[in-house]
Structures are given as C-alpha cells and as structure tokens.
C-alpha cells in the first residue's frame, strides 16, 4: 500500500448501482503528479445495515477534515492504493483501497474497517 496526496474535486451522492438498496458518496480526486481517480463508499438503507452509510460519509468528514458535505471540494487528503510501495508511480494500474487524513495518523480502508465486517463475511464488499 501507498498513500498519495491528492485533493477532492468533486462528490456527489447517488443511489449505488452496485449495491441494490444502498446510497453511496463518490469523491473524483485528483492526485498528486498522476491524475485523477474516484474512491466511493456505500451503505445500504435497509434495517440490518442501517448505519453503515451514516457511518461512512462521517469518516470521509472526518479524514477530509470537515464538518459539512458542501466543505469537500478543495479539501487535501492523501489516496491510498493497493500497489507496491516501492514504486513511485504506484498509483498506476493500482486499485485506490482508501483515503487518509492529509497530516494525523488517521484512515479509512473499507476492507479493513469493522463497520464493513457483516458485509465482507457475506462477501458483498
């Protein structure tokens, strides 16, 4: 894994096309000397997930380092991807698995966060 600075250009929330019955926050991030890729997060609105995407926009808050949704644009935080470490251009034909705080010790990796863990056993994530 490799974190990358980058700012969000953009976000939206829609309902998921992956993900029957689940909204999802999409956040277009530009990245430092490499271009721009998307990292989202969703969470079903049904009764036995029902704040898992509550839960998911405040930790995109949180790493962003705002309080409101219209605060994003602009907001500098750092993409981490799956590639190897080693390389600078890691980013290339990576997979962006989450993003990170810009400076605190603080990130949010969907495959490894305990929210998700129902859904990964269920293997839907």
Do not use: T
């Not at 029902?50 to 380092?65: E, G, Q, T, W």
């Not at 600078?88 to 603080?106: C, E, R």
């Amino acid at each position: 894994m490799k974190a990358f600075n980058a700012i969000i250009k953009n976000y939206g929330i829609q309902v998921s096309e992956r993900y029957y019955e689940s909204l999802e926050l999409w956040l277009e991030l530009e990245v430092e000397g490499g271009g721009g890729v998307c990292f989202s997060v969703w969470g079903p609105w049904n009764e036995e997930y029902k704040n898992m995407f509550a839960y998911s926009v405040k930790r995109v808050l949180d790493i962003a380092d705002v309080d409101d949704l219209k605060n994003l644009k602009g907001a500098p935080i750092r993409a981490i991807f799956d590639g190897n470490a080693d390389d600078p251009y890691a980013f290339v034909g990576s997979k962006i698995i989450g993003i990170k705080h810009f400076l605190k010790d603080d990130e949010f990796i969907l495959e490894e966060d305990p929210m998700y863990e129902d859904v990964k056993i269920n293997n839907k994530l």
